[in-house]
Nanobody
Framework: QAHLVESGGGLVQPGGSLRLSCAASGFTFSLYAMNWYSQAPGKERELVAGITSTEPYTNYADSVKCRFTISRDNAKNTVYLEMTSPKHEDTAVYYC????????WGKGTMVTVSS
């Protein structure tokens, strides 16, 4: 059974940094594209960053380009989201997603950007 567990969320000051992790189990991690989504209060879930299973290639939402970095460690079955210079508007629940013909989702981790 596929399982994704996010960690690393919490309170961060604007301009600070935070690293989110997502530990995967129950499927062949290296074959799946991995994504981070965010969902702010009252808004729809949206893609923040993605990384392919091979090469790997990355893509980012325009709002986080040059501030957030997605990476993966296939040996550890883990995907990361390095958040630098976060802004108030980055406050959201962040969800890990695994995608290859099917979607698997974690339960999310809350990130609050506030001084």
């Amino acid at each position: 059974q596929a399982h994704l567990v996010e960690s690393g969320g919490g309170l961060v000051q604007p301009g600070g940094s935070l690293r989110l992790s997502c530990a995967a189990s129950g499927f062949t991690f290296s074959l799946y594209a991995m994504n981070w989504y965010s969902q702010a209060p009252g808004k729809e879930r949206e893609l923040v960053a993605g990384i392919t299973s091979t090469e790997p290639y990355t893509n980012y939402a325009d709002s986080v380009k040059c501030r957030f970095t997605i990476s993966r460690d296939n040996a550890k079955n883990t995907v990361y989201l390095e958040m630098t210079s976060p802004k108030h508007e980055d406050t959201a629940v962040y969800y890990c997603n695994a995608r290859r013909y099917v979607d698997y989702w974690g339960k999310g981790t809350m990130v609050t950007v506030s001084s």
